[in-house]
């Protein structure tokens, strides 16, 4: 029987996520381990995997519990990490991220999870769920390690699309501002504009134009503005939102990541030196630990895509199990949360204000 089928039986806290298994570079394996680090602690989540179904199907034999909670969708194509947008639309059809997608538009499950080509995967995410009604430009929206009491920022775009003017800046705000309440319950986020300094009269003319627009909309839309910020402000705790342009956000997201394995491997290297450094190493264990599962990026691992009509969660493509689930986890959040809808409702109500902005100044 599949999930679709015994769909009856789930409780009203069921969420059914949709899993792109082909798409990693660490195969299947790293699939089928985060499902199940996830099934083992939420019991309301199953599964629609789309991929080689005897690769699945092999993995899961040994895992029955597992198994009990999987609709296996076999898919004869995989879309490669250095496919092109362009050549992943015309022939991805059939291909186990296609397949993915058309589960979240058909509405067999809640949120689609993909490791795969992110260029690809948002073409066909933007063909098959299509953009919400007033969204110019959709973004990809990922936690940043934070001071914060969460734990952690929401930074946009980090690169969905180069390129942001003014208006496209205010949705992202927008967006992320709804990410956040949804995700990391915070009731007014606060937003800021990255920039190279915090003054009013530093940035290109678009950043000055949406720092106006935001400032002055800010009320309608439920966020708290607080002005540009800096790169130094990205954990910092005085802002929630980090708003930004799609190279600008990516080319920050992996530089992080590299300084942040650069310094594993110089506390590594510190602590494996000297023979008292190895012991030393020993009687800090604990808080060396503590220290790795904080600043472990595969911990936060998960780019959501903001506008579309369905969530899709982007993975990293080196994705381990541990990586996996946390991703698995955060669609789990925000599709038990009707996140989805909410958006939707807040992009219209957006809409709605900027409308009604324009025919007051045409009428003035």
């Known amino acids: 029987m599949t999930i679709d089928e015994d769909r009856t039986n789930f409780s009203p806290d069921t969420v059914v996520v949709s899993i792109d298994a082909m798409g990693g570079d660490s195969g299947v394996e790293a699939i089928i381990g985060g499902m199940e680090i996830s099934a083992k602690v939420n019991p309301d989540i199953y599964f629609i995997v789309h991929g080689d179904s005897a690769q699945i199907n092999a993995l899961l034999r040994n895992k029955p519990e597992l198994a009990s909670r999987v609709d296996v969708r076999h898919a004869e194509k995989v879309i490669s990490m250095d496919e092109k947008p362009s050549r992943a639309l015309r022939g991805g059809k059939g291909s186990s991220m296609w397949n993915a997608l058309q589960s979240v538009e058909k509405g067999e499950a809640a949120v689609a999870v993909s490791c795969g080509n992110t260029g690809a995967l948002m073409a066909i995410a933007m063909l098959r769920l299509r953009k919400l009604p007033g969204v110019n430009r959709p973004a990809i929206a990922a936690l940043w390690p934070s001071r914060n009491p969460s734990g952690y920022n929401v930074m946009l775009d980090m690169g969905a699309d180069l390129k942001a003017d003014a208006q496209d800046l205010l949705q992202y705000a927008i967006m992320g501002a709804s990410y956040a309440r ?11 504009l990255l ?16 720092a ?14 607080i002005g540009f910020v800096e790169g130094s402000d990205l954990p910092s705790k005085r802002v929630d939102i980090i708003v930004t342009d799609g190279f600008t956000g990516n080319v920050a997201l992996k530089a992080s990541e590299g300084t942040a394995k650069l310094f594993g491997e110089f506390l590594r290297d510190a602590f494996t030196h000297t023979p008292m450094a190895k012991v030393a190493a020993i009687f800090a264990s604990a808080s060396l630990k503590r220290l790795k599962d904080r600043v472990d990026p595969r911990h936060v691992n998960g780019g959501v895509f903001l506008g579309l009509n369905g969530t899709v969660i982007k993975s990293h493509g080196s994705a381990d199990a541990i990586s996996v689930s946390a991703a698995i986890k955060l669609a789990f959040t925000l599709a038990q949360s009707g996140f989805s809808e909410k958006l939707a409702a807040r992009i219209a109500s957006a809409a709605a204000v900027t409308k009604n902005s324009t025919s007051e100044t045409d009428e003035a």
């Open 182 to 192: 949804n995700g990391l319950g915070l009731e007014m986020p606060r937003v800021g």
């Open 212 to 225: 106006k627009l935001i400032e002055t909309s800010q009320e309608s839309y439920g966020i708290d503005y």
């Open 195 to 210: 920039n190279i300094g915090t003054e009013d009269h530093k940035g290109r003319p678009e950043l000055k134009e949406a």
